[in-house]
């Protein structure tokens, strides 16, 4: 089974600030097997990024990613108030698995 | 616009027996395969299970094998998971999922139903 770890496990910015998250695999993950999903509280997680680095439908361009082999970032430009939220990588590339998740909150 | 509706959780008792149902709308259904994912504060997000567009192919995680069933019926646009041999860390919100590919990604969750398995 492919570990995903995430890091940091919180991050404290302010609105307007760039936000990097990182998600580590335990072995070398496809590039087009890696997603990124985004949850609020009380909410399911929403796809943000898929393929490594393709947005959704309706994800603004200020979300990136980017990523190889075992290293992947996803990457907020600006933040804005609805960005705060809990970011889940995801593998397909066997044993579907989820890293543990980064909250990215307001400071 | 994609949606999909979970039914059926609430509480059981430990070796009981639940199902669970996802009603999907806005989409072809019978085109997709779909997952149920389920989340807990603990262990956080875990794939459960799986089945190919028509129902010809499951697949399910290890924690879960030989307990678990899904299935579903393509004329009611209707998923469905079979959880027998409840044990309580079964406990967790269950998440319906449709899969798009090429490449692969969860595009589009239900809004989740709690199971608490619990004596």
Partial sequence: ?107 | EAQLLESGGGLARPGGSLRLSCAAFGFTFSSHSMSWVRQTPEKGLEWVSAISNSGDKTYYADSVKGRFTISRDNSKNTLSLQMNSLRVEDTAVYYCAKEAFNPLRLDCWGQGTLVTVSS
């Fill in chain 1, 1 to 107: 089974e492919i570990v995903l770890t995430q890091s940091p496990g919180t991050l404290s910015l302010s609105p307007g600030e760039r936000a990097t998250l990182s998600c580590r695999a335990s072995q070398s993950v496809s590039s087009s097997q890696l997603v990124w999903y985004q949850q609020k509280p009380g909410q399911a997680p929403r796809l943000l990024i898929y393929g490594a680095s393709s947005r959704a439908t309706g994800i603004p361009d200020r979300f990136g990613a980017s990523g190889s082999g075992t290293d992947f970032t996803l990457t907020i430009s600006r933040l804005e108030p609805e960005d705060f939220a809990v970011y889940y990588c995801q593998q397909f590339t066997d044993s579907w698995t989820f890293g543990q998740g980064t909250k990215v909150e307001i400071k």
